[in-house]
T-cell receptor, first 114, second 109 residues
Framework: SQTIHQWPATLVQPVGSPLSLECTVEGTSNPNLYWYRQAAGRGLQLLFY??????ISSEVPQNLSASRPQDRQFILSSKKLLLSDSGFYLC?????????????FGEGSRLTVL | GQNIDQPTEMTATEGAIVQINCTYQ??????LFWYQQHAGEAPTFLSY??LDGLEEKGRFSSFLSRSKGYSYLLLKELQMKDSASYLCAVRDSNYQLIWGAGTKLIIKP
């Protein structure tokens, strides 16, 4: 069966510090991978998605970046965090192919920037 | 622009029935999803509608009217564990998901 893990679950970072959130998927090959941010009272905001190794599409211009160094690994990074980067970050995967089907989410990472 | 509207919060009683509405205005339509999200946890898939009508899955049912841009999630025989946020999401013509802000459902004994 397929599983998805992301870490860390919780982190508190000062403004201007770097960020690295990691997500891995097991039990499937060539999944579509996604990074979402969820702010209080707002819908899930798609940040990045990837259909294959090294293929990253950015949906929102910001100081975040994503990388996919391996087929089932997706990393969200920032060189300098802003206060507005605080939120709940979710990694997700869907089966390979052109359509976005059901999404399977990781446990989430709650980021607080102080 | 694209927009998904759903009530911010609803309250219901254990054992009762509740209907959570979702209206949407999107660039095309290729399906509507409902997800459940308990506080502090990740969303989990509940249902998918792409044709008009009612899809039933146990205590949960989801309805879609494409002409009205409207869907609802019906929860029967409410249990305390159903206290959660319910997210409506629409897949647009580019096959991207547009998400509503979610409806927080509070179940009272």
């Amino acid at each position: 069966s397929q599983t998805i893990h992301q870490w860390p679950a919780t982190l508190v970072q000062p403004v201007g510090s770097p960020l690295s959130l990691e997500c891995t998927v097991e039990g499937t090959s060539n999944p579509n991978l996604y990074w979402y941010r969820q702010a209080a009272g707002r819908g899930l905001q798609l940040l990045f998605y990837s259909v294959g190794i090294g293929q990253i599409s950015s949906e929102v211009p910001q100081n975040l970046s994503a990388s996919r160094p391996q087929d089932r690994q997706f990393i969200l990074s920032s060189k300098k965090l802003l206060l507005s980067d605080s939120g709940f970050y979710l990694c997700a995967w869907s089966p390979p192919g052109g359509e976005v089907g059901e999404l399977f989410f990781g446990e989430g990472s709650r980021l607080t920037v102080l | 622009g694209q927009n998904i509207d759903q009530p911010t919060e609803m309250t219901a009683t254990e054992g009762a029935i509740v209907q959570i509405n979702c209206t949407y205005q999107t660039s095309g339509f290729n399906g509507l999803f409902w997800y459940q999200q308990h506080a502090g946890e990740a969303p989990t898939f509940l249902s998918y509608n792409v044709l008009d009508g009612l899809e039933e899955k146990g205590r949960f049912s989801s309805f879609l009217s494409r002409s009205k841009g409207y869907s609802y999630l019906l929860l029967k025989e409410l249990q305390m564990k159903d206290s959660a946020s319910y997210l409506c999401a629409v897949r647009d013509s580019n096959y991207q998901l547009i998400w509503g802000a979610g409806t927080k459902l509070i179940i009272k004994p």
